[in-house]
């Protein structure tokens, strides 16, 4: 009889309504979203109440797994009384492109197309986001399974101002290929990267202190860069190495000038075959993004002589024997990077009339900078460097409210004077 009875309560706090969205109810007052029918396809949009046999509920939450393999969805709509969003709840939904957070939410928000808490950090990701992220630097974190299953992505850049990074936070993108680790973050945790089956290259801060365990677990890395002198802690053990075993012999160790041996000597490090010294560790990076302001993100492969210009209302970038240009009121930003831009300048992703742009924090302008700024027309504003004897900050706050192109050394950003 009791058995008999737990069974019926259980069952009792699980509805289901006919936007094929199923409730738990948690208190009194409040439901969360508990799963989603996987035939559920196109806009979802979770509702801000429910009425559950015949009493009205706050839906409070996103459980995790709740729209675990809901391959069709293409949006979700969150309302502000959305205030807990469980892991993995938007896992390998491979058609999701937009979650969008509603305006007022206490507790989340969207940067870019990313799901923000209150503590900056990234909780969600869709799955057909951005193919090459570079995560804005006013992210301070990645929680727990933040961009899991995200199939779309890449390459992906860890700006230094990201400070923690939770576990399985990348796990199973199949078809990432390249890792920036910029973060300041000093561990890379338990099976971070695990099941990146096309991961091929991946380059560390000085900050990384340890790789965790099953971290780059079946991932056929064939190039890891390392800057910090001091080899970072990593597992070699049978269960659960960080790295995949069969990499040991095939896999360039690139580490800073002068530390070779002492990678060599190491007892964990020591196991990998292929260890060099390489003077370039810093200039990773080797590519010219241009992102648009529809999100498509297009690659450049750099030349000594790539060139950026702006003429007339063209942004023109010329490298080699290549050609291509833009139309200005198209591009949100333009990235020339030989080095990674949150070394030197700090980009905050902002909104106006849902469109994304970019501007420049004046605090972390180089003082050595050239800065030029544009009308959008491409008519050059005033240009000089920052160590003028006027602030850059200053002449920008008297520009008259609008849209710029502002120009610091080969990186271009639009800046919106409100």
């Known amino acids: 009889m009791l058995l008999l009875f737990l069974a019926q309560s259980f069952w009792q706090i699980i509805h289901a309504d006919e936007s ?60 502000n009384t959305i205030t807990k969003i469980g892991r993995e709840a938007f896992y390998y939904d491979e058609s999701l492109e937009k979650i969008e957070v509603e305006d007022g939410n206490p507790v989340f928000k969207n940067i870019g197309l990313a799901v923000v808490d209150n503590m900056d950090f990234i909780v969600a990701y869709p799955g057909k986001g951005e193919t090459n992220l570079v995560i804005p630097s006013s992210i301070k974190g990645l929680r727990e399974t933040a961009f899991e299953g995200c199939q779309s992505l890449k390459s992906i850049l860890i700006p230094q101002s990201v400070v923690s990074v939770g576990p399985m936070s990348f796990t199973f993108c199949l078809n990432l290929k390249k890792v920036i680790w910029e973060a300041s973050a000093s561990t890379v945790p338990s099976s971070c990267f695990l099941g990146c089956s096309s991961l ?14 099953m971290a780059f677990y079946s991932v056929p890395l064939q190039s890891i860069t390392l ?57 990773v990076i080797r590519f010219l993004h241009v992102v648009e302001l529809d999100g498509t993100v297009t690659e450049y492969a750099l030349n000594k002589d790539t060139k950026v210009n702006i003429e007339s209302s063209l942004l023109l970038i010329t490298s080699g024997g290549l050609s291509v240009n833009y139309e200005l009121s198209k591009v949100a930003r333009i990235v020339y990077v030989k080095k990674p831009v949150t070394d030197d300048i700090k980009v905050i992703a902002v909104k106006d009339n849902n469109k994304e742009y970019n501007y420049i924090d004046m605090e972390q302008i180089p003082e050595n900078a050239v800065v030029i700024v544009y009308t959008l027309e491409g008519k050059q504003v005033f240009s000089q460097t920052n160590r003028s004897i006027h602030p850059i900050s200053s002449l920008i706050q008297k520009l008259k409210a609008g849209m710029y192109l502002i120009k610091v050394n080969d990186v271009v950003f639009k800046y919106l004077k409100r």
């Open 20 to 79: 094929k969205l199923k409730y738990e109810v948690i208190s009194d007052s409040e439901v969360a979203v508990f799963a989603a029918n996987q035939d559920i396809d196109g806009s979802v949009t979770i509702p801000s109440s429910v009425e559950l046999d015949g009493k009205q509920y706050i839906v409070s939450e996103i459980s995790a797994s709740a729209f675990f393999r809901c391959i069709k969805i293409t949006s979700v709509y969150i309302p």
């Open 200 to 213: 091929e290259e991946v380059s560390f801060s000085k900050d990384v202190e340890e790789i965790a365990d």
């Open 227 to 283: 800057k910090s002198q001091e080899p970072p802690t990593i597992s070699l053990s049978d269960s659960s190495p960080s790295f995949d075993p069969s990499i040991i012999e095939t896999a360039t160790v690139c580490v800073p000038v002068g530390c070779k041996d002492t990678y060599v000597k190491d007892s964990q490090w020591g196991c990998f075959t292929n260890i060099m010294e390489s003077d370039s560790t810093s200039k």
